[in-house]
């Protein structure tokens, strides 16, 4: 499952709501862990993950539009 803001609506807090509840159903399910991968690039939603509480745990390489681009991936212990 993912989270998705249109780029016309970030910045409006969206993420964070969408964070907390997305955090509270997965404790009602007994999710044990959260994770996702970030574009490095990607700074303002990665603060917001680590003010969640994830941290990173690996990252890799992939190309976007013929150039390398770093993604972390993500995790959060419930």
Known sequence: ???VIRDEYRG???MRRSMEK??????ELGVKNLTDTVPKN????LKV???FGFEKV???VTKKFDKDEVV???ELKL
């Open 42 to 45: 990607r700074q303002n939603a």
């Open 22 to 27: 997305l955090i509270e159903k997965a404790k």
């Open 58 to 60: 690996g990252e890799f």
């Open 1 to 3: 499952m993912g989270i």
């Open 12 to 14: 409006n807090g969206y």
């Open 49 to 51: 993950f680590y003010a």
């Open 72 to 74: 972390y991936n993500i």
